[in-house]
């Protein structure tokens, strides 16, 4: 499975920025995809994630109300649309793919995309 992440930059505290991750390659059914980040000197950690129907999403504490996960099954495309920024936003977002009994888990996710910076600013 491949993983092409998009959509980082660098944007204002309170500024909004939508980042996609297209999937291609191997059987994707039954699996979840999503996002992780890590911030520099700090362990990856979850953000959010989707099932491959839509049907489930789930999101770490500290993004709730602020990011949205959705996802486009005709292009095998998930997109994380993040509001209301903060600067401890600021990250490397990595998207990811694995068994849905796998997730949260970083260490049992297989797949990763290359990671695109988001920058925010105070």
């Known amino acids: 499975v491949q993983l092409q992440a998009s959509g980082g930059g660098e944007v204002d505290s309170g500024g909004s920025l939508r980042l996609s991750c297209v999937a291609s390659g191997g059987t994707l059914s039954r699996q979840m995809m999503g996002w992780f980040r890590q911030a520099q000197g700090k362990e990856r950690e979850f953000v959010s994630a989707i099932s491959w129907d839509g049907g489930i999403k789930f999101h770490a504490d500290a993004v709730k109300g602020r990011f949205a996960i959705s996802k486009h099954n005709a292009n095998n495309t998930i997109h994380l649309q993040m509001n209301s920024l903060k600067p401890e936003d600021t990250a490397v977002y990595y998207c990811?793919?694995?068994?849905?009994?796998?997730?949260?888990?970083?260490?049992?996710?297989?797949?990763w995309g290359q990671g695109t910076l988001v920058t925010v600013s105070s």
């Open positions: 990811t793919v694995g068994p849905t009994e796998n997730w949260p888990r970083p260490d049992r996710l297989d797949y």
